[in-house]
């Protein structure tokens, strides 16, 4: 059944100079012709070899073509998103470091800067990614970037929460183009036996965000005092200083989307192969913002089924970015060191488990998604129920936060989905991209206030319990997703029969 996700029809054909001009949103179409052919297969090939990585059974130029797609549009995405998660979490990082003392936030202040942010990153999500089907991404993600990294370093001079409250709010808003954004353009890119590895892989970055924030944290903060900062302010400066490159480089790099990239590095054969790939996933050119189309978007049950399954997922891993395991080390008598590196190990194996996830969902379960979506809700059900107890052995205790992170594995999964699920119109797959992150951080905005309150660290009752709940709903609405998802390709297939 899983194999059923989508039916693409069988065979093979030639990439030729007419496809240049078939997309009405390019430009300068007319001077793109192609002298030689690149074959490409309809329903890609598989074979033993495709269970390592997907290219292996494609031609020798398609392989070409995704390794200068990959290292392009896979390592500024990944850097992209690394640091972006870098610059989100560095906060967490800095309070238990000495923030925390230094500028006498012993209420719920920790909770305020992760809620102002979070309420920029709400605003700018879904306007962003609209915005992204009409301008270029080269341009308007770079120039994101570069706000936010610099928008970073001034949290050093900050001397009162209400000063860094202000500046989270805007590098919020920043970073709020970025991970829908590139969700959208990786989903213009990949084909469907690519895409959840690719999604997954960039997802990861952002765990090894949050593993390299503990690690470069321990190690500035040996910087204390040198130059007159504090060991927390150093980290929001050298957050500053990788940063930047990597945004000022997206300028030069990024690819766009395939109907209208000028990418230099890309042959004129190789954006006619990338049209013709998205061709047979069915995946739509940019086209216009209609009442006729807002109409079907949101009388469809995709955008609001997609959105539940991201807001359970959001905000069911994570500890609703309080820094629980952390808190709870510190209450123990960990060092400093210790307290920013021990909560590194867990941020691994959730990288390791997001790439079994997305190697599972493209090879074992043929393109299914849900059933690593089952997985990491039973596991966050088991822990987040054992924590809740709190009176249980240490040892468990520290397996329960060990662990306890591999759901955050399935987000590029989640995104995989929906770019299959509304493939055949590009402005409802940008707009219900957007919509899952934006609707997932609208709920993060109050609910770590009312259930992950920094004044019951490190306990957190309510949240453990709370966590319980969502990740029951995360189990059923991935199994609802998954039986519309087949009726409606039931139904597509039948009406196609009868034309």
């Known amino acids: 059944m899983a194999s059923q996700e989508n039916a693409p029809i069988k065979g093979a054909v030639q990439v030729d100079s007419k496809l240049a001009t078939q997309s009405p949103d390019r430009s300068d179409d007319e001077s793109l012709h192609t002298h030689s052919a690149i074959s490409v297969a309809e329903k890609p090939k598989r074979t033993w070899r495709s269970y390592f990585w997907d290219t292996f059974d494609k031609s020798p130029e398609e ?4 390794f200068k797609l990959d290292a392009v549009i896979l390592t500024f995405a990944s850097l992209g998103y690394f640091i972006k998660y870098l610059d989100q979490v560095n906060v967490n990082s800095a309070f238990v470091s000495g923030m925390k003392e230094d500028l006498g936030l012993y209420g719920n202040q920790l909770n305020y800067m992760v809620t102002c942010w979070t309420v920029g990153y709400v ?3 879904i306007p962003s990614n609209m915005l992204l089907t009409k301008v270029r991404p080269s341009i308007w993600i770079p120039a994101c970037e570069v706000t936010w990294s610099v928008l970073t370093i001034l949290l050093a001079k900050c001397k ?10 805007f590098i919020g808003l920043a970073e709020s183009a970025f991970y829908p954004g590139m969700q959208y353009v990786i989903g213009s890119w990949y084909r469907k036996d690519e895409l959840a590895k690719r999604s997954c892989i960039f997802h990861a970055s952002g765990s090894i965000g949050t593993m390299f924030s503990g690690y470069l944290m321990a190690a500035v903060y040996r910087l204390d005092s040198v130059g007159g900062y504090y ?3 150093w980290l929001f400066i050298i957050n500053t200083v990788i940063s930047l490159p990597v945004a000022i480089a997206g300028f030069f790099l990024f690819p766009d989307v395939p109907e209208i990239t000028r990418a230099w590095w890309l042959t004129k054969d190789e954006i006619a192969l990338a049209k013709k790939r998205m061709k047979f ?3 739509a050119n940019r086209g216009s913002y209609t009442k006729a189309k807002f109409k079907k978007i949101f009388t469809s049950w995709h955008i609001y089924t997609l959105t539940l399954l991201y807001i359970f997922f959001n905000n069911g891993s994570g500890y609703g970015s309080q820094p629980a395991f952390a808190l709870w080390l510190k209450s123990e008598g960990y060092s400093i060191t210790a307290i920013n590196t021990y909560p590194t190990i867990a941020a691994a ?3 390791i488990f997001t790439y079994i996830y997305a190697w599972t969902s493209d090879s074992l379960f043929r393109g299914a998604r849900w059933p690593p979506m089952i997985f990491s809700g039973v596991v966050n059900i088991i822990t987040n129920t054992s924590l809740a107890v709190w009176s249980i052995p240490t040892g468990w205790k520290w397996a329960c936060y060990i662990i306890g992170l591999i759901g955050s594995g399935i987000s590029g999964l989640t995104f995989a989905w929906a770019h299959e699920i509304c493939s055949d119109d590009n402005e ?12 997932a951080y609208v709920i993060q905005a109050w609910l770590p206030l009312i259930i992950w309150q920094q004044v019951e660290a ?3 009752r309510k949240g453990f319990i709370t966590m319980v709940f969502i990740a029951a709903g995360l189990i059923v609405t991935s199994l609802v997703i998954r039986f519309l998802h087949h009726r409606e390709l039931a139904r597509k297939a039948h009406a196609g029969s009868l034309e």
């Open 63 to 66: 392989r070409r073509f995704l």
């Open 123 to 125: 605003i700018g999500e």
């Open 160 to 169: 009162t929460a209400q000063q860094v409250y202000a500046l989270r709010f």
């Open 231 to 233: 060991g927390w302010q």
């Open 281 to 283: 996933e069915g995946r």
């Open 349 to 351: 194996i959730a990288v």
């Open 428 to 439: 409802e797959r940008a707009l219900v991209v957007g919509s899952m992150n934006e609707m």
């Open 458 to 460: 490190p306990e957190y």
